[in-house]
């Protein structure tokens, strides 16, 4: 049986829950590890406003304002 999955206006594979993103982003790391991929490979999850689920992106958290603070 074929997963299919509902993907966001920005391109992005949507999971209804975090704890569904957290599983994705497990088996993600999981299968780069298993073929040595030392290359782009998805880093965390967010909540897109978007479409109110879900995503995994391989970019490091942003920064916050204040870490902005005082420069």
Known sequence: M???YEKCECGK????TKID???????CEAA???KNDH???EQRIYFCPL???F?????AKLPT????RGK
Do not use: G, P, V
């Open 51 to 53: 479409c109110q689920t």
């Open 55 to 59: 995503h995994l992106t391989s970019k």
């Open 13 to 16: 594979i949507c999971y209804k």
């Open 65 to 68: 304002w204040r870490e902005y």
């Open 21 to 27: 993103a957290q599983f994705a982003l497990y088996k």
């Open 39 to 41: 290359n782009r490979h």
């Open 2 to 4: 074929k997963n299919t």
């Open 32 to 34: 780069s590890r298993l």
